[in-house]
């Protein structure tokens, strides 16, 4: 199972780093995602990295401000947060890929493990 946590309450402006984890599951031959939803939202995509850990992917949202990195030794993925804003808000989840061939998915339906989710609040 996935466990995404490092989650909390920031002000808008400051950084968090957020941590997945893997026990019984091995990510490192998996494409790695970050979703996150917000109150009210439907969840959506983040960030996507190829599980060599070289290719990665960001939506328009958070580029330039977020940075997803892989420790496939420790069989954890990360998400450093920059320059926070409140609507980054939301709960984060981290994703494995379906398919060890899936290079840097960005739908959701292209992840099958879901860590449990660890909430972000950013106050303005």
């Known amino acids: 199972q996935l466990q995404a946590f490092g989650g909390g309450l920031v002000q808008a402006g400051g950084s968090l780093r957020l941590s997945c984890a893997a026990s019984g599951l091995t990510l490192s031959n998996y494409a790695m995602a970050w979703f996150r939803q917000a109150p009210g939202k439907e969840r959506e995509f983040v960030s996507t990295i190829a599980r060599s850990g070289i290719s990665t992917y960001y939506a328009n949202a958070v580029k330039g401000r977020f940075t997803i990195s892989r420790d496939n030794a420790r069989n954890t993925v990360y998400l450093q947060m920059n320059s926070l804003k409140p609507e980054d808000t939301a709960v984060y989840y981290c994703?494995?890929?379906?398919?060890?061939?899936?290079?840097?998915?960005?739908?959701?339906?292209?992840?099958?493990?879901w860590g449990q989710g660890t909430q972000v609040t950013v106050s303005s």
């Open positions: 994703a494995r890929a379906a398919s060890t061939t899936l290079v840097l998915p960005t739908t959701q339906r292209l992840y099958h493990y």
